[in-house]
Structures are given as structure tokens and as C-alpha cells.
């Protein structure tokens, strides 16, 4: 499993299976070799539904959104 933490706070945002955050890592292109951390604004997660994104995947995300625009998040091992 991997934990999906809140950039600018730690919190806890969710649990993801190894195949979900491949499929993150696949879709959302990182900026460095090996980058844990992302930003997803509503495009961005729009664009993930489109390209087949597990709906718990886009679930974790959508809360971790709440009413705002984006949310920046980074992964670990759990």
C-alpha cells in the first residue's frame, strides 16, 4: 500500500494500491526522475477519469480537494 499525504500539512489523505499510484505516475508525468510529490487541479483530475483512473484513485483525490481548486500531495511506502 502507499499513504498519500498532504504537502504543506502531512495529513493523511488516503491509501492507494501499488497499481493506482503507477497509474499516477504514469498519467501525471514527473517533473524529476523520481518525484513523490504532485499537484492535481480539477483539469488534472478530469483527465484522469477520462484516461480510466480507479474510481477509489479519484475518490482519494476529490476529498483530499474539498472545495478547492487543486491539492498538492506526496507518497510513501506504507
Known sequence: MVTLKDKNSNAWLGSLTYA???FLIN???DEYKNDQEYL?????LEMLKEQGAEVALTQVIEKAMGDKD???FYW???
Open 20 to 22: 493506482q499510484l503507477q
Open 27 to 29: 498519467e501525471l508525468k
Open 70 to 72: 487543486k491539492v498538492e
Open 76 to 78: 510513501i511506502k506504507s
Open 40 to 44: 492535481v487541479n480539477r483539469g488534472a
